[in-house]
């Protein structure tokens, strides 16, 4: 409780107790005086109006018998107006203690505020400081730098005279090492050309020799397993057959199943015109011991060769200038071992396959 509380109940308590006293008094004029001196000290505080108006109340009741309704209503309407004031300054003075809070908070984060900007523009003044000095020594530096290219200028006028001439010679030079990178790069790319070209006819002339394998294989199909091997070996079709396909021992004359052979084959010849045709007869290692114009395995290995291509020319429509024979005795082996076995397998006829290669020997000869 504050003191304007205290006073007031203080006052009331006194209120109470003399309002008896004051129904003896009659006197207006005490009541009267009273009034004209509240209205004349109406500029007082609301605190001590309100005290006044409870303490004339009592002076009243003391020198008078009672109080008229119209004034104790007045009075009472006062005291009201002035608890009404003294609520609104109690709430003024908390709005003017809160505002007066922020007010101080904000003026120190102004104060702060202010204090770090002094301490940039003092850092800001030293770097501007540093610039200025910076400035004026790279312009001293770039009036140096001109003065000294002035004079360099001068002194080296004929060295750049010789250097723009060097340039120049380099500049020719490069230009005649171009022409003939141009040149040579012309002749490179004709050269590929020329490359892909035979490229081409070697990939026609593999296509072309395979397809012949596989129609000779085919051709020759049913004699597979009797000494009969094709192969495709250096773009040429080599069809093996070992003598006991085509011949007795010692003879140089076809049997019955090797002419049979020869006959499939020469089908195949007859229509594959561009093939040339090479016979090779091959011996094994041992002697021959016959008589009369066979000699040797020389003899013995040439006398088949004719004898297939004699085979070859009387069973198909073939010129004959696309054959060849020729007898290889027992030089070249396919089998170096000494046994019945590899001498079996020495003891054959090659009849070579060849695809036209006039397109490509041209080729090559042209570059």
Same mark, same amino acid.
């Given at each position: 409780m504050n003191y304007g509380d205290e006073?007031?109940?203080?006052?009331?308590?006194?209120?109470?107790?003399?309002v008896l006293f004051i129904k003896k008094l009659k006197s207006e004029s005490v009541v009267r005086?009273?009034?004209?001196?509240l209205r004349d000290n109406i500029y007082m505080s609301k605190m001590k109006r309100l005290s006044i108006i409870l303490l004339a109340?009592?002076?009243?009741?003391?020198?008078?018998?009672?109080?008229?309704?119209?004034k104790y209503t007045e009075l009472q309407n006062q005291y009201k107006k002035c608890q009404d004031d003294l609520t609104y300054a109690n709430a003024?003075? $908390?709005d003017f203690a809160n505002a007066k809070k922020q007010l101080a908070a904000d003026l120190n984060t102004a104060t702060l505020k202010v204090q770090q900007l002094e301490k940039d523009t003092l850092t800001l003044s030293r770097r501007l400081r540093q610039s200025e000095r910076d400035l004026a020594k790279a312009t001293r530096e770039y009036d140096e730098l001109l003065k000294n290219f002035a004079e360099q200028n001068v002194s080296n006028q004929s060295q750049m005279n010789e250097l723009l001439g060097n340039i120049d010679k380099i500049k020719d030079d490069l230009k005649a090492q171009q022409d003939s990178l141009n040149a040579a790069k012309a002749i490179l790319e004709a050269k590929e050309a020329r490359i892909r070209e035979m490229q081409t006819v070697l990939n026609q002339k593999d296509a072309e020799v395979k397809a012949l394998k596989d129609k000779v294989s085919a051709a020759l199909k049913g004699f597979e397993g009797s000494g009969l091997n094709v192969m495709e070996?250096?773009?040429?079709?080599? $069809?093996?057959?070992e003598d006991k396909l085509l011949f007795a021992s010692g003879s140089w004359n076809l049997n019955e199943q090797g002419l049979n052979a020869i006959k499939q084959l020469a089908g195949v010849l007859e229509t594959e015109k561009e093939i040339s045709v090479l016979i090779e007869g091959h011996t094994d290692n041992?002697?021959?011991?016959?008589s009369g114009q066979v000699k040797d395995n020389w003899d013995l290995s040439v006398l088949r060769a004719t004898s297939v291509v004699k085979a070859i020319l009387a069973n198909g429509n073939i010129e004959p200038v696309r054959l060849s024979a020729s007898g290889r005795s027992e030089y070249l082996p396919i089998d170096n071992n000494d046994s019945a076995e590899a001498r079996a397998k020495n003891r054959r006829t090659e009849i070579i396959l060849t695809p036209n290669l006039d397109k490509l020997f041209e080729l090559?000869?042209?570059?």
């Amino acid at each position: 409780m504050n003191y304007g509380d205290e006073l007031r109940a203080s006052v009331y308590g006194l209120f109470i107790k003399k309002v008896l006293f004051i129904k003896k008094l009659k006197s207006e004029s005490v009541v009267r005086a009273t009034t004209l001196f509240l209205r004349d000290n109406i500029y007082m505080s609301k605190m001590k109006r309100l005290s006044i108006i409870l303490l004339a109340l009592f002076v009243a009741a003391q020198f008078t018998g009672c109080v008229t309704k119209q004034k104790y209503t007045e009075l009472q309407n006062q005291y009201k107006k002035c608890q009404d004031d003294l609520t609104y300054a109690n709430a003024e003075n $908390v709005d003017f203690a809160n505002a007066k809070k922020q007010l101080a908070a904000d003026l120190n984060t102004a104060t702060l505020k202010v204090q770090q900007l002094e301490k940039d523009t003092l850092t800001l003044s030293r770097r501007l400081r540093q610039s200025e000095r910076d400035l004026a020594k790279a312009t001293r530096e770039y009036d140096e730098l001109l003065k000294n290219f002035a004079e360099q200028n001068v002194s080296n006028q004929s060295q750049m005279n010789e250097l723009l001439g060097n340039i120049d010679k380099i500049k020719d030079d490069l230009k005649a090492q171009q022409d003939s990178l141009n040149a040579a790069k012309a002749i490179l790319e004709a050269k590929e050309a020329r490359i892909r070209e035979m490229q081409t006819v070697l990939n026609q002339k593999d296509a072309e020799v395979k397809a012949l394998k596989d129609k000779v294989s085919a051709a020759l199909k049913g004699f597979e397993g009797s000494g009969l091997n094709v192969m495709e070996k250096d773009g040429k079709v080599y $069809v093996s057959m070992e003598d006991k396909l085509l011949f007795a021992s010692g003879s140089w004359n076809l049997n019955e199943q090797g002419l049979n052979a020869i006959k499939q084959l020469a089908g195949v010849l007859e229509t594959e015109k561009e093939i040339s045709v090479l016979i090779e007869g091959h011996t094994d290692n041992v002697p021959y011991r016959g008589s009369g114009q066979v000699k040797d395995n020389w003899d013995l290995s040439v006398l088949r060769a004719t004898s297939v291509v004699k085979a070859i020319l009387a069973n198909g429509n073939i010129e004959p200038v696309r054959l060849s024979a020729s007898g290889r005795s027992e030089y070249l082996p396919i089998d170096n071992n000494d046994s019945a076995e590899a001498r079996a397998k020495n003891r054959r006829t090659e009849i070579i396959l060849t695809p036209n290669l006039d397109k490509l020997f041209e080729l090559i000869q042209n570059n």
